[in-house]
């Protein structure tokens, strides 16, 4: 059954701590992104990257971290340089990286909540 | 920096209405566009699409209309169902780039049996 699988659902972090976010497809897509979504609100981009071992920063990257040593994972940290974390996390991917129509494929997302 | 925007924020319909929900987009280079539904809790789910050198483009019971002369796009749902609650986005793109898709803020549409 193919698809974007997010984990854990929900996520709480104490002050201070870093927590890292998980993200597998296997669409065998080359692109992945990350958004936050705060509550009544759109889709903020984190980071996106478009090919293995390369990532760029997306609007609001601050405070964040990602990695894209394999191309069905892309995981994000979210550092204690993030003062509020608290909101809900959305990994996508798509089949191509970039310069083409671009159809995101969206996980089930991740609430991270700061204890 | 350029904005997708949403006239409306939220829209209440009968059941076996038709819903209409706009876009305004800025970016007139656009050339990409997209609409998501998104249920409480979940992942934004693909709608329908269309791209620029289209100005209407039909999907089962909903359509996509784009005005490319004010920017604005619209995504029409006939005979609106309970399940037809949701947030919608819209989201654009500039295809001859390398950047993502921008999303609008979305709008909430609530079905009234």
């Known amino acids: 059954d193919g698809g974007i699988t997010q984990s854990p659902k929900y996520l709480f972090r104490k002050e201070g701590q870093n927590v890292t976010l998980s993200c597998e497809q296997n669409l065998n897509h080359d692109a992945m992104y990350w958004y936050r979504q705060d509550p009544g609100q759109g889709l903020r981009l984190i980071y996106y990257s478009q090919i293995v071992n390369d990532f760029q920063k997306g609007d609001i990257a601050e405070g964040y971290s990602v990695s894209r040593e394999k191309k069905e994972s892309f995981p994000l940290t979210v550092t204690s340089a993030q003062k509020n974390p608290t909101a809900f996390y959305l990994c996508a991917s798509s089949p191509r990286g970039g310069g083409r129509n671009e159809k995101l494929f969206f996980g089930s997302g991740t609430q991270l909540s700061v204890l | 920096g350029e904005n997708v925007g949403l006239h409306l924020p939220t829209l209440s319909v009968q059941e076996g209405d038709n819903s209409i929900i706009n876009c305004a987009y800025s970016?007139?280079?656009?050339?990409?566009f997209i609409w998501y539904k998104q249920e409480s809790g979940k992942g934004p789910q693909f709608i329908i699409d269309i791209r620029s050198n289209m100005d209407k483009r039909q999907g089962q019971r909903v359509t996509v209309l784009l005005n490319k002369t004010v920017k604005h796009l619209s995504l029409q749902i006939a005979a609106t169902q309970p399940g037809d609650s949701a947030v919608y986005f819209c989201?654009?793109?500039?295809?001859?780039?390398?950047?993502?898709?921008?999303f609008g803020k979305g709008t909430r549409l609530s079905v009234i049996a």
């Open positions: 970016n007139s280079a656009s050339d990409y």
């Open positions: 989201a654009e793109k500039l295809t001859s780039g390398n950047t993502p898709l921008v």
